[in-house]
Structure formats: C-alpha cells, structure tokens
C-alpha cells in the first residue's frame, strides 16, 4: 500500500464520500474504467477496497477517514463491525495495532477445525473441549469444558474483560 502521499485537497479533487454508506465516487475521469458518480475502488482479497489514485493504490478506509477528518489517520483504522468494506465514518476508528487485532473476528491462522474461535479439541472424554486466550501476547489456559459452546463462552468473557478493543 501507498504512504500518505495524497494531499486533502487533491482527495477531495477526484472522490467524493458519502459518510453514512462509507462509499467513495469519482468525481472526475481518472481511468477508461471509471465514470463519474460512479464507486470507486476495488475488493482485494480480504475484503478490503482499495482504490488507485495518482498511480498509487490506498485503502478506502483511510481515504475516507482523510477525507472526513482533513487528516491522515495516526495508526490503523478499526472497522467496529469487523466489516472490512464497511468504511461509514461511524464503523471506523483510528486505535493502535494490539486494540485493532483485539476486534478480530477470526483467527489469524487458517482454521483446520469448525469450532469457535478460542476453542481447542482435546484427549478428555469428559471435558473434550479447552477454551483459550491470548493477553499481551501470552497465551491463558481459560479451562476446560465439556461442550464447545461452553468453552467459547469462556472465551467470549475472557475477550471481554482482557481485550478493551474487542466487540465481540
């Protein structure tokens, strides 16, 4: 992705943004492929938009919150609803790595089981289910549980109390 080399004025010069859909259109012909009025960007692969501007490609997201607030964001841009192409000035928030990655709504590993996010499968024939966390970067045994649905209300609570970002 791009630095922040887009000026406020130069943003405002070719997209609009319409703050309560989060939706970004050209004002002007920037490519054969745009039209004014029309949205602009594209999804990549996790669902973010992402738009070329000036031959430099940005997330919708902080263009938006620049285009919003007259400012670059000063760290990462939250998506409250875990949404990646959400981008409604209301859903976003300018917070810290560590309070972004405690709004995830997945595991940032590929999953290789259909359990809830926080729970592990183990040898117990009466607690087979064993819910976990992770604190500053530290894992936490929360127990182990005899339903899958009671360990991730473990770590449902867990997230609350330890993740101030989280939303879950």
Not at 9 to 37: F, H, K, P
Not at 44 to 70: E, P
């Amino acid at each position: 992705m791009a630095t922040n080399n887009l000026t406020l004025q130069r943003l405002r010069e070719v997209l609009d943004y319409e703050e309560s859909t989060g939706v970004l259109t050209w004002r002007c012909l920037m490519a054969r492929n745009n039209r004014i009025g029309k949205p602009a960007g594209t999804v990549d692969k996790h669902g973010y938009i992402c738009v070329n501007i000036d031959k430099r490609r940005y997330y919708a997201h902080r263009l938006a919150w620049l285009h919003f607030y007259g400012e670059w964001p000063t760290a990462c841009i939250d998506h409250i609803d875990g949404n990646p192409a959400n981008n409604s000035i209301a859903n976003l928030r300018d917070v810290p790595h560590l309070l972004n990655m405690q709004n995830r709504r997945a595991a940032a590993s590929k999953r290789k089981h259909d359990l809830p996010l926080g729970v592990v499968a183990n040898a117990s024939p009466i607690n087979p289910f064993t819910a976990r966390i992770r604190v500053n970067g530290a894992p936490r045994h929360l127990g182990n549980f005899p339903t899958p649905e009671a360990a991730h209300q473990a770590y449902v609570e867990a997230k609350r109390l330890h993740h101030i970002g989280g939303t879950l």
